[in-house]
Nanobody, 124 residues
């Protein structure tokens, strides 16, 4: 099993920045891809960004491209999401996810492990 713990959420003004972290523990050797999703009440969970654990391949949702950057530190088994130029519409609960497979998918059901979520609120 893999455990994921997010941190770094909070309240920020529009055009501000936040960095989310996600620490993985347990059978981390099973992880090949990690990602970030977000969800607001009444809406489906949506893909934000993904990264291959062994390389530099990344993928972003169009809505965050150029503003968010996903990265990982293999030595610390941690991934990050640097969020710049935040907008009120970025307000959501952000979830860390991981999967055993090698491909980055945008579909939540493709991911095997999930964190508990961290709230990000952007005020206008």
């Amino acid at each position: 099993q893999v455990q994921l713990v997010e941190s770094g959420g909070g309240l920020v003004q529009a055009r501000g920045s936040l960095r989310l972290s996600c620490a993985a523990s347990g059978r981390t050797a099973n992880i090949y891809v990690m990602g970030w999703f977000r969800q607001t009440p009444g809406k489906e969970r949506e893909f934000v960004a993904g990264i291959r654990w062994s390389g530099s391949s990344t993928y972003y949702a169009d809505s965050v491209k150029g503003r968010f950057t996903i990265s990982r530190d293999n030595a610390k088994n941690t991934q990050y999401l640097q969020m710049n130029s935040l907008k009120p519409e970025d307000t959501a609960v952000y979830y860390c996810a991981a999967r055993d497979g090698h491909n980055i998918y945008t579909t939540p059901s493709k991911y095997d492990y999930w964190g508990q979520g961290t709230q990000v609120t952007v005020s206008s």
